[in-house]
């Protein structure tokens, strides 16, 4: 079965403009201009964020403000935060980089190196490049950056799972067989 069958072809443009809410949501001071808030990903990622994107040609950056919740006792984002938000960022950067099918990825592996602090009230933009693609897997490196100095290097291995569905808040889609990690990975299951 084909990834294509599952989700109709209209579904399955690049999920980037799908992803963006309205830039009269951005509070003011909270985003630099041309970044917009992305409204998927559930609870998870809006009790993490908000996450913002601002996409140029083929670029894409996210980026957020390091707000009280996200900060340790010395106010500076809390290094376990720093590691969600690479694990957001990594995946999403991958997902906007696929032609086919957009799929939900599974953090297979995660390794970070802590580069430097963000402070409370800090821009931190991070970036992710795919360096490999398999049937099953995707390999991603990237950086978080403050003021363009790298505070976060990551490298993740992530698992396709099953389809997107753009119109769910980006949620999977339900399964054309009942086993969306089935049609996912074409009947072959990791």
Known sequence: MSDYSVIDQGS??????????????VPAGMAPEGF????????????NGPIYMRQAGNETDFG???????????RIAHGGWLATLADMILPLS???????????????SLSLDFLGPAPLGCWIEGRGEVLRRTKRLVFVQGNLTVD???????????RIGPLMDPAADGR???????????????????
């Not at 399955?12 to 949501?25: F, I, R, S, T």
């Not at 957020?64 to 010395?74: A, F, G, P, S, Y």
């Not at 991958?94 to 297979?108: E, I, Q, S, W």
């Not at 999977?172 to 990791?190: E, L, V, Y």
């Open 36 to 47: 917009r808030p992305i409204g998927i990903g559930g609870p998870f990622i809006a009790a």
């Open 172 to 190: 999977p889609a339900k399964s054309a067989t009942g086993n969306a990690d089935q049609d996912a990975t074409g009947g072959n299951p990791p």
């Open 148 to 158: 363009g100095a790298a505070i976060v290097r990551a490298s993740g291995i992530f």
């Open 64 to 74: 957020l403000r390091v707000q009280e919740k996200n900060c340790n006792i010395m």
């Open 12 to 25: 399955l443009v690049a999920p980037a403009e799908a992803w963006l809410k309205d830039a009269g949501d």
């Open 94 to 108: 991958a997902r906007l980089a696929h032609d086919g099918p957009d799929t939900f990825l599974l953090t297979v």
